[in-house]
């Protein structure tokens, strides 16, 4: 029996072009942390397109919120339609990997979010 192997499909381009684009359009208007964030939101959400290319329709509808999520930052417009934070949409990304089992693709790992506990770089005595 022959197996055809697919390569990437044709939404996987779509996904990636999406984030190539924001990301473009966010290196003329941020700097700094900001900046940072949102290379390492890109990075993580085109492993995760690329990952997630042969995977059912339910992993791949994850990743394809995440990049929506990622991408349409809405703009404020009064009270009705705040922006959505670099913040937030690390969250989003974070909670999608970790929900396909690839921890290793989230924008900081849980360490680094989590306050050191005093004492705790002392060796017990």
Request: proline share 7%.
């Amino acid at each position: 029996m022959f197996v055809e192997e697919r390569g990437p499909t044709p939404g996987t381009d779509v996904l990636i072009r999406k984030v190539e684009g924001h990301l473009t359009a966010l290196r003329t208007s941020l700097r700094g942390p900001e900046l940072a964030l949102a290379e390492r939101l890109a990075d993580s959400l085109r492993e995760l397109v690329v990952s997630t290319a042969q995977a059912g329709a339910a992993d791949r509808g994850q990743v394809r919120v995440a990049v929506h999520y990622f991408v349409l930052r809405r703009e404020s417009r009064g009270t009705m339609l705040p922006v959505r934070s670099l913040a937030v949409a690390q969250r989003v990304v974070d909670k999608v990997a970790l929900q396909l089992g690839r921890p290793d693709l989230l924008v900081e790992s849980r360490r680094a979010l989590t306050p050191a506990l005093p004492g705790a770089d002392t060796p017990p005595g």
